[in-house]
């Protein structure tokens, strides 16, 4: 049981983007609003780009970068966070964390995707 739930995670983390082709179409079917499918898409699989690109870059450069990284999304909350009350006067968290999450993705994504490229060059010039 360990061993299958330990291939799904891994099968999850090495393709998030099927993973996110399954969450969008799967909502889509019950919703069949485009837009709200593709909000579900992003909030259910931002963990798993982020998770993704931890371990590309443990793999590409050989040590852990998980303190970085949250170091790095704590920053970025925290600009959200400043900006919301700036921008409203008050802080409504639930606002400012869809727009952190979301931005979380889109950093994530590109960087899953550049990493990918970078990981298959890397090994095509190493031999």
């Known amino acids: 049981m360990v ?6 995670i891994g099968f999850m983390l090495t393709f998030p983007f099927l993973i996110s082709l399954i969450v969008f179409y799967v909502s889509y079917s019950f919703s069949k609003k485009k837009w709200k499918s593709i909000h579900r898409m992003v909030h259910y699989t931002a963990i798993l780009y982020i998770m993704a690109v931890m371990v590309l ?4 450069l050989g040590f852990s970068v998980v303190g970085f990284i949250l170091i790095t999304l704590l920053v970025l909350l925290s600009v959200f966070v400043i900006l ?3 921008m409203h ?3 409504i968290f639930l606002r400012a964390w869809k727009l952190f ?3 979380s993705f889109l950093i994530f ?5 550049i990493l990918v490229f ?4 890397s090994r095509i010039f190493s031999f």
């Open 3 to 8: 061993e299958i739930l330990s291939r799904f």
């Open 57 to 60: 870059l443990q793999d590409l």
């Open 84 to 86: 919301e009350r700036n």
């Open 89 to 91: 006067g008050e802080v």
């Open 101 to 103: 999450w979301r931005c």
């Open 109 to 113: 994504f590109f960087l899953y995707i």
């Open 118 to 121: 970078i990981g298959i060059l």
